[in-house]
């Protein structure tokens, strides 16, 4: 894969040389599995996740279906940021990225929805009353943010709310990662099923996931581009913020 008229390269390896990181299975020693990322001169080396091997089949590491895919998400998401930070992007640090990159919207946009709450919600109540309502569950606190508000919710807080509902259990999108919303091929279908999807919960006029959404109006295809900027936003602040769930990347071995 090239960007910008430059190679990727992303080769894996077992790396015999991080002392007290050696296994023995069958009297065999296993090691630990690593990639090593190069682009404009410049390399990282990051493990990957708790994949262990003997040596005999470093030569055959490609070869594993789980691998040679996991290979393809570093050159894409490498290519993507080369391409959003131009001079700026930097290659250290991008395997704690790609963390973030294969966790799951959800809980992100959980995470910030409440963060974002409570900044216009301190304005709104009382010190004794705003930590009462900070001890309820989120859902209970988007249901009291909107009764406060009504129509004058803020525009920003209002899109994040839609694009948190949509992506919550039970909505079809609960197991969309930050990669395949960002940097997949499939965005541009991806971004099709979003606004019918959202256009058919407002049409609804019902309580969905946790927001009620006959308190929410949005009257032209403006506001949904806004909610996919939201989401956007809120994936590359996730980025920033080095947010991960607890996820593996376990492949299955040769043998």
Known sequence: MEVGGKKINVKYYLNQEVKGKRINFNDAPFFPLYVRVTYNRKTT?????????????EPNLETITELHSFKEVIGKVVAFEVNRYKEKFRLSGLGERIKTYSSRIFPGLEALLDKDLKGVMREKLSDLAFQAWDQKSLYDKVAQSLDLFGGSLPNLLRERMVATAYFAPGSGGDKMLIYSWLVSDERDKMLQQFNEKVESLLSKKDRVNFVAFDKIELKNSDDYTAIIDSVDRACLELLDLGYTEHVEIKVVSLE
């Open 45 to 57: 080396r990051f493990s990957v996740a708790n994949n262990w091997f003997p040596l005999h089949q």
